[in-house]
């Protein structure tokens, strides 16, 4: 089941927004009208990712720079070796939710 994380209108197009769910902290973009949700925390050194800047669908960590794909979380560039966590987002009766897949 998701969880609510915004209201369907709170973001526009290229708006973002810093979330707690769960004890951790995820960035969740607004991407010309399409949500997606990413961990906020760089897999190099832990950096705020969702301080960086986003192109596109890339954003960079305002650490040392590595890039992530907001997509999937996929790592696009060094120093940063590992993807990162990406969680699915739906807009449910006027709320955005993010499924927290990865709970152990
Ligand atoms: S902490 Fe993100 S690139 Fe180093």
Redesign the pocket.
């Known amino acids: 089941m998701g969880i609510r994380v915004a209201a369907a209108d709170e973001l526009g197009p290229g708006q973002r927004k810093i979330v707690e769910v769960d004890g951790r902290r995820l960035v969740l973009f607004n991407i010309e009208n399409n949500y997606y949700c990413i961990a906020d925390v760089?897999?190099?050194?832990?950096?705020?990712?969702g301080d960086?800047n986003c192109e596109g669908f890339q954003i960079?960590?305002?650490?040392?720079?590595?890039k992530f794909d907001v997509r999937d979380g996929s790592v696009l560039s060094?120093?940063?070796i590992r993807d990162i966590p990406s969680y699915p987002v739906s807009v449910v009766s006027g709320s955005v939710e993010v499924e927290i897949t990865d709970v152990t």
């Open positions: 760089c897999s190099h050194d832990d950096g705020p990712l960086g960079e960590c305002p650490r040392h720079g590595a060094f120093p940063a």
